[in-house]
């Protein structure tokens, strides 16, 4: 069973930047791909981006518009999302997830989950 646990989360001005990891334990994460969704109050969770297990190649849902940059690291079984530019509009709870192997692109079909971290942008 994979365990996700998020942390970095906070309160930040708009334009500033903030970077999430997310820390997997208790399966192989080497073949996990690893994705970033969130949930604004009142609005259905959605895609942000995701980071394939093979060979690391990246996807991002459109209004990204290369603010925001998915990466991980092997060795220490950690995905990061660097959320760079923030506006308001991006606050949300944001969850880690995973699953193994998977169709490309990785939107949907996750099989774990972390608890979630706040994400405040005042403006």
């Known amino acids: 069973q994979v365990q996700l646990v998020e942390s970095g989360g906070g309160l930040v001005q708009a334009g500033g930047s903030l970077r999430l990891s997310c820390a997997a334990s208790?399966?192989?994460?080497?073949?996990?791909?690893m994705g970033w969704f969130r949930q604004a109050p009142g609005k259905e969770r959605e895609f942000v981006a995701g980071?394939?297990?093979?060979?690391?190649?990246?996807y991002y849902a459109k209004f990204v518009k290369g603010r925001f940059t998915i990466s991980r690291d092997n060795a220490k079984n950690t995905a990061y999302l660097q959320m760079n530019s923030l506006k308001p509009e991006d606050t949300a709870v944001y969850y880690c997830?995973?699953?193994?192997?998977?169709?490309?692109?990785?939107?949907?079909?996750?099989?774990?989950w972390g608890q979630g971290t706040q994400v405040t942008v005042s403006s």
């Open positions: 208790g399966g192989t994460f080497s073949s996990l791909t």
């Open positions: 980071i394939r297990f093979s060979d690391s190649t990246t």
């Open positions: 997830a995973a699953r193994y192997y998977g169709i490309w692109p990785p939107t949907e079909s996750y099989n774990y």
